[in-house]
T-cell receptor, first 115, second 114 residues
Framework: DTAVSQTPKYLVTQMGNDKSIKCEQN?????MYWYKQDSKKFLKIMFS???????INETVPNRFSPKSPDKAHLNLHINSLELGDSAVYFC??????????????FGEGSRLTVL | QKEVEQDPGPLSVPEGAIVSLNCTYS??????FMWYRQYSRKGPELLMY????GNKEDGRFTAQVDKSSKYISLFIRDSQPSDSATYLC??????????????FGKGTLLTVNP
C-alpha cells in the first residue's frame, strides 16, 4: 500500500499546454510539499501546505498553482508549459513536530517533459 | 553563497571501501540534519536524522554534525554495490514560518564497484 502516490508518473506534452499532477498520502500527515528536481538532481522546494493552508510559497512562476482539497491530497496545476519546466516533480508529506519538519516521505516522482 | 553546499561527485569506490560524504551550510538557524538516499528513478528515502551537533550510528552508517563549523558528514563502512545511489544532505530550522522546510544539497552520486 503506497504511502505517497503521485499520478501520472510520466507526462510528455507540448509547450503552451496546461497539465496537472495529483498527489495523495495515506500516512495521516498534516503537511504536504511539492519539490522540483532538475536534471542535475537538485531538489528545490516549491510549495508546502499544512492542514490545507499554504505555508511556503518559494519564488515560483505564477503559472504554477497548487491546491490542497484536504490534508491527504495536494495537486499541482501548471499553465502555459515552457521548456524549462521539464523536470521531475516530487510530492512529499510529513507529520508536523514541535521542532523541524520531521521526516519527509516522498512519492516516486512525476517526470514532466515539455517539447 | 548557497545555503547548502554538497560536492556532486561522481564518486566511485571499490566494494568494501569507507565512503565519506560531506555538506557545508551557511544558515545558523538549521537545527535538524538528514541524509537521504535516492536510487535511480525513485523518490528520496530517509537514511539518517540527527538533531544539533554530535554523532549518530546505524549499522554501517554514521552521521556527524559539527554546528560550530557548519559541516555535516555521512560515513559508510564496508560499502556494498547496493549502496550505489545519490546521497542528499538536507536540513531545516525549527518549525514556524520560512524555516518549516527541508533544504537539500545538490546530492552526491556514489557508485560502489564489485
Amino acid at each position: 500500500d503506497t504511502a505517497v502516490s503521485q499520478t501520472p508518473k510520466y507526462l510528455v506534452t507540448q509547450m503552451g499546454n496546461d497539465k496537472s499532477i495529483k498527489c495523495e498520502q495515506n500516512l495521516g500527515h498534516d503537511t504536504m510539499y511539492w519539490y522540483k528536481q532538475d536534471s542535475k538532481k537538485f531538489l528545490k522546494i516549491m510549495f508546502s501546505y499544512n492542514n490545507k493552508e499554504l505555508i511556503i510559497n518559494e519564488t515560483v512562476p505564477n503559472r504554477f498553482s497548487p491546491k490542497s482539497p484536504d490534508k491527504a491530497h495536494l495537486n499541482l496545476h501548471i499553465n502555459s508549459l515552457e521548456l524549462g519546466d521539464s523536470a521531475v516533480y516530487f510530492c512529499a508529506s510529513s507529520a508536523r513536530t514541535s521542532g523541524g519538519t520531521g521526516e519527509l516521505f516522498f512519492g516516486e516522482g512525476s517526470r514532466l517533459t515539455v517539447l | 553563497q548557497k545555503e547548502v553546499e554538497q560536492d556532486p561527485g561522481p564518486l566511485s569506490v571499490p566494494e568494501g571501501a569507507i565512503v565519506s560524504l560531506n555538506c557545508t551550510y551557511s544558515n545558523s538557524a538549521f537545527q535538524y540534519f538528514m541524509w537521504y538516499r535516492q536510487y535511480s528513478r525513485k523518490g528520496p528515502e530517509l537514511l539518517m536524522y540527527t538533531y544539533s551537533s554530535g554523532n549518530k550510528e546505524d549499522g554501517r552508517f554514521t552521521a556527524q554534525v559539527d554546528k560550530s563549523s557548519k559541516y555535516i558528514s555521512l560515513f559508510i563502512r564496508d560499502s556494498q554495490p547496493s549502496d550505489s545511489a545519490t546521497y542528499l544532505c538536507a536540513m531545516s530550522g525549527n518549525s514556524g514560518g520560512s524555516n518549516y522546510k527541508l533544504t537539500f544539497g545538490k546530492g552526491t552520486l556514489l557508485t560502489v564497484n564489485p
